[in-house]
T-cell receptor, first 111, second 115 residues
Framework: GNSVTQMEGPVTLSEEAFLTINCTYT??????LFWYVQYPGEGLQLLLK?????DKGSNKGFEATYRKETTSFHLEKGSVQVSDSAVYFC??????????FGAGTRLTVKP | EPEVTQTPSHQVTQMGQEVILRCVPI?????FYWYRQILGQKVEFLVS????????KSEIFDDQFSVERPDGSNFTLKIRSTKLEDSAMYFC?????????????FGPGTRLTVL
């Protein structure tokens, strides 16, 4: 079945460091891929998405490219801020619309 | 910006009691979902709902669960006889269409604690 595997955390970085959170997927069809972010005490917010191979999603300095050949959708940001501290979830939807999530990666950015 | 809202934010109940978790989806959305996240585990799909019917459900969504859209704005999840293992954060979501490319917008969640 469909599934998402993402890099286990927690990840701790200093402000302005480069961020990569790895995400790979298994799907039977042609999934859409998403990154959601959960700030402390809040719900899941869509960060970015890509719906077909080679698409790049981007938002707030974050970006991820849908790589079909490596079944990956790694999240990157060139310079993280303290306000980026949150839990990041990679997710996919396939032919049906039940969203499959990765386990989440907790990011802490220190000043 | 429109958002999904959920009430209550935290519900504490005794094992065996019934609970109803409430959600108000974004007003022009047509598809509604419930997910749960047991502490420290993945967010898991429970059910999707469209046109007053369940369109998909997971193996988690057994006979003790039911969903309803009692009026034009609310979407509820009922757990008939709660068990300790039902303790989790429950997220409601909605989307404009049900296609796999469509974005699902999530509420802030209801934390359910079963004692």
């Amino acid at each position: 079945g469909n599934s998402v595997t993402q890099m286990e955390g927690p990840v701790t970085l200093s402000e302005e460091a480069f961020l990569t959170i790895n995400c790979t997927y298994t799907a039977t069809g042609y999934p859409s891929l998403f990154w959601y972010v959960q700030y402390p005490g809040e719900g899941l917010q869509l960060l970015l998405k890509a719906t077909k191979a080679d698409d790049k999603g981007s938002n707030k300095g974050f970006e991820a490219t849908y790589r079909k050949e490596t079944t990956s959708f790694h999240l990157e940001k060139g310079s993280v801020q303290v306000s980026d501290s949150a839990v990041y979830f990679c997710a996919l939807t396939d032919n049906n619309n039940d969203m499959r999530f990765g386990a989440g990666t907790r990011l802490t950015v220190k000043p | 910006e429109p958002e999904v809202t959920q009430t209550p934010s935290h519900q504490v109940t005794q094992m065996g009691q019934e609970v109803i978790l409430r959600c108000v989806p974004i007003s022009n959305h047509l598809y509604f979902y419930w997910y749960r996240q047991i502490l420290g585990q993945k967010v898991e799909f429970l059910v999707s709902f469209y046109n007053n019917e369940i369109s998909e459900k997971s193996e988690i969504f057994d006979d003790q669960f039911s969903v309803e859209r009692p009026d034009g704005s609310n979407f509820t999840l009922k757990i008939r006889s709660t068990k300790l293992e039902d303790s989790a954060m429950y997220f409601c979501a909605s989307s404009l269409s049900g296609g796999p490319t469509d974005t699902q917008y999530f509420g802030p969640g209801t934390r359910l604690t079963v004692l």
